[in-house]
């Protein structure tokens, strides 16, 4: 696979983005793919969280493979992930890893299930890649620079998001009806209601679509860090926006609500429905 690598001239504070920090990012996600695969569609034993989400053991190796990896090349830095906790959070740079995000579809035996990488500074990513390997596919996002997609070993821009005339016309795309709690699913409900058409069941693989053009918004809430802030840097390098349904940059410490669009203005119609309920 060709890696895409620059430095970015950085703003005050911000650390240069090293080409050698994206190879890494790969890596990561090679070795979290590959650990997934041994598991995948070979009638794996699902165990329940306290939250009553399923986790496998392919979760737990897949993270245990990109913290292994970060712990040999990168000490200093820390770590943020779904299966095995938070370390060195105060670091400069720190790595949120989920390893199968969509672990539902993961244990059904269908392909849209991720790995989800993010490197943060100061709280904001800086970097992101989405990589669906039963599918072959993968996103990297840097701040700054526009988003590659890799489909096997062919490698290009993620394309061009997609304009929208109304809200009306929008295609939104959402994991599920079952993740927002009461005030949430008031506010969401006055969105679907605008749009042409809502599809459920698509996990990471909506802002993947919003980034490429596909779709046209990906709404969700009740998500950790390690759900959103991959997304982040990869639809606002594709040209789209993506915000918390505060209209706020997404950060670690966002509230968990996220909202990505393709047209801006779809984006600012989306805000002031969430915004009335």
Not at 41 to 56: E, F, H, M, N, W
Not at 67 to 85: S, W
Not at 113 to 122: D, G, P, R
Request: overall charge negative.
């Amino acid at each position: 696979m060709r890696r895409f690598a620059y430095v970015e001239t950085p703003r005050v504070s911000e650390p240069i983005i090293e080409p050698e920090l994206e190879t890494f990012a790969h890596t990561l996600a090679d070795a979290a793919g590959a650990a997934a695969l041994r598991y995948f569609r070979a009638g794996i034993d699902v165990d329940l969280k306290a939250d009553a989400s399923p986790v496998t053991q392919a979760d737990r190796e897949a993270e245990t493979a990109m913290r292994a990896l970060i712990a040999r090349t990168y000490p200093a830095h820390g770590i943020m992930g779904e299966e095995h906790g938070s370390e060195r959070l105060d670091a400069d740079l720190v790595w949120v890893l989920d390893p199968i995000d969509g672990t539902r579809a993961f244990v059904n035996g269908i392909p849209l299930f991720a790995t989800l990488i993010a490197l943060v500074h100061n709280g904001e990513p800086i970097l992101g890649l989405n990589a669906y390997p039963a599918l072959g596919e993968r996103w990297l996002g840097v701040r700054g620079k526009p988003t590659r997609h890799w489909y096997g070993a062919n490698e290009s821009d993620a394309g061009q998001v997609r304009s929208c005339p109304a809200i009306s016309d929008v295609r939104l795309c959402t994991t599920s009806p079952d993740m927002f709690e009461a005030a949430d699913a008031a506010r969401y409900a006055k969105l679907k209601d605008a749009v042409r058409d809502t599809r459920f069941g698509t996990d990471a693989w909506a802002y993947a679509m919003v980034a490429s053009g596909q779709t046209d918004m990906a709404a969700e809430s009740g998500m950790q860090p390690y759900d959103y802030l991959s997304h982040a840097v990869i639809v606002a390098g594709a040209g789209g926006t993506i915000t918390d349904w505060e209209g706020q940059p997404l950060r670690m410490d966002s509230p968990g609500s996220v909202l990505a669009a393709g047209d801006a203005d779809r984006h600012a119609d989306a805000l002031a429905l969430l915004r009335s309920a």
